[in-house]
């Protein structure tokens, strides 16, 4: 088995399309603009040894047409991001992850599996892991649950590593930061291939600490609490006990403290929290470390004592649009995949309408300006999905107008201009517009204004004129005036037919 048919193998996803990104320029921060788009033919190996020689690079999408994956990735986008360092936690940890220098400068944390298992649950187990490295926040692939083939959709893809790979700036390394060649990516991430059984076993979280509250919480007590983070830490853990033990909440609070937080915090401080806690009702302050950093959002949601009580607002990432006309966009709520029309992405009451119909859920509201700042977040980084010329109003109206034209109702002469027929003469087609209106109305195309019309015909036209005056004279020799629109005459093309050999036989009688 050569290389590139390795790398196929390990990471292969959507039979049905990969991805590519081009950069466009780079942005006020120094990181670069890019376009990503769809490219609606299989992954080969073919395109992978491309990939690897460096004359293009792809991506692959980690969930196939039944929503199945062969592998997943932490995509940590960090340009700070001490990447030995995270190579020696996930060894310590013993997870059955790969990590890759990303295209960004970050890090993607690989897991490859030796059989498909459900995407939903894969993004699950990452979550786990996430939250466990402290990179709670990061970006999860695949992206969805599941994938809405049906109406278009492929889901979201993930840039491979090793794009030339002999100069590749995205390696794979060992335990001493030293990039990994190749092949030896290869053995290693071969090894570290798991069955979805053993990568399961992996995932098992100490969930008897604080029951049924949030995991940020059972993984921070588990695995110890910074010096740094004892305040907003107990603070929380004190929202956490006024509800899950109402009548003795303070107590526990101060046991907490002496068992967990080491040194524990002093006393007076103990007694600070209290009483804000006492004052008013708090809630989990998410965003604020150290919490964030082991953020398990889905699972939190679904905790009796988590943030499913309203607090939660959507988190919405993966925006994928299919450049139709109208175009559908398609967006990940918290892993679920959403359609959505542009008024259902513009206006937030319409996508929480849109949430409740699809989702059976009713997402909180955020403020206008925070909404308009996420959309155009997702915006910049949308995945584009091209669709054939025939799929858009344009490629649509196109077809219709050269059918309209080289119809069997043409004119014979152009006094019949006026009665609606198209007229073609040295190579150019004549035809009243009103009867062309009157052709798409019959064929129920009523998606452009007159103006609009008008336009496309001048783009038919190369963006040169499109309206004449025809002059011609009737049949009695007067002069005739009539106002027209035209295209380039419509030519079918010859059809080659292949030669036929006659036999000859002689009659049986």
């Known amino acids: 088995m050569t290389n590139s048919e390795r790398f196929f193998r390990l990471f292969r996803g959507y039979s049905g399309a990969y991805g590519r990104t081009t950069v466009t320029g780079q942005k006020a921060n120094g990181k670069a603009k890019a376009n ?34 062969h592998f997943g990735s932490l995509d940590l986008d960090d340009y700070n991001l001490d990447l030995v360092a995270v190579h020696k936690d996930v060894s310590r940890l013993k997870m059955p992850l790969v990590p890759c220098r990303s295209k960004s400068g970050g890090a993607h944390l690989n897991v490859f599996l030796s059989e498909a298992m459900p995407a939903v649950e894969l993004r699950d187990i990452l979550a786990e892991f996430a939250s466990i490295l402290g990179h709670g926040t990061c970006e999860i692939f695949p992206k969805q649950d599941e994938v809405r083939t049906e109406r278009g959709d492929v889901g979201n893809f993930i840039n491979l590593p090793y794009h030339n790979a002999e100069y590749t700036t995205r390696y794979a390394i060992d335990e001493s930061g030293e990039p990994l060649s190749l092949e030896e990516f290869l053995d290693l991430a071969e090894a570290t291939r798991c069955t979805p059984d053993e990568l399961r076993a992996f995932a098992k979280v100490a969930d008897n600490l604080l029951p049924d509250g949030p995991p940020c919480l059972q993984q921070l007590s588990s695995g110890g609490i910074p010096e740094g983070g004892r305040n907003n830490t107990l603070l929380n853990i004190g929202v956490y006990y006024r509800q899950a033990h109402p009548e003795t909440w303070a107590e526990k609070l101060e046991d907490y403290n002496r068992e967990f937080c080491s040194p524990a915090l002093p006393a007076k401080e103990i007694v600070t929290i209290q009483n804000q806690l006492e004052k008013k009702d708090y809630y989990y302050t998410c965003k604020a470390e150290p919490l964030h950093s082991h953020c398990n959002r889905a699972k939190c949601q679904l905790r009796k004592f988590g943030i499913g009580n309203g607090q939660a607002l959507p988190m919405l990432s993966g925006l994928t649009v299919v450049e139709s006309e109208p175009p559908v966009w398609f967006v990940d709520v918290d892993g679920s995949r959403l359609e959505l029309s542009t008024k259902q992405l513009q206006i937030q009451q319409e996508f929480q309408r849109a949430a409740m119909e699809q989702m059976y859920k009713m997402p909180a509201r955020m403020k206008e300006s925070d909404w308009r700042d996420l959309v155009d977040g997702l915006l910049e980084n949308a995945t584009r999905i091209e669709v054939p010329d025939e799929l858009t109003h344009k490629g649509l109206f196109v077809e219709l107008v050269e059918n309209f034209c080289t119809s069997r109702l043409q004119a014979h002469s152009p006094e019949e201009l006026v009665v609606g027929k198209p007229w073609t003469e040295d190579s150019y087609t004549y035809f009243k517009l009103s009867a062309l209106q009157d052709f798409l109305k019959r064929h129920n195309f009523t998606y452009y204004t007159r103006g609009q019309l008008t336009e496309r015909l001048k783009e038919m036209n190369d963006g040169g004129r499109a309206m004449h005056q025809y002059h011609y004279r009737d049949d009695r020799g007067e002069r005739r005036n009539v106002r027209v629109w035209g295209i380039p005459e419509v030519t079918k093309g010859d059809v080659d037919l292949p030669d036929v050999e006659m036999v000859h036989k002689e009659m049986p009688f």
């Open 36 to 69: 990503s788009y769809i490219v609606r033919e299989p992954l080969t190996v073919e395109l992978i040894d491309k990939h690897l020689s460096g004359s293009i690079g792809v991506g692959s999408i980690p969930i196939n047409e039944k929503s199945l994956s």
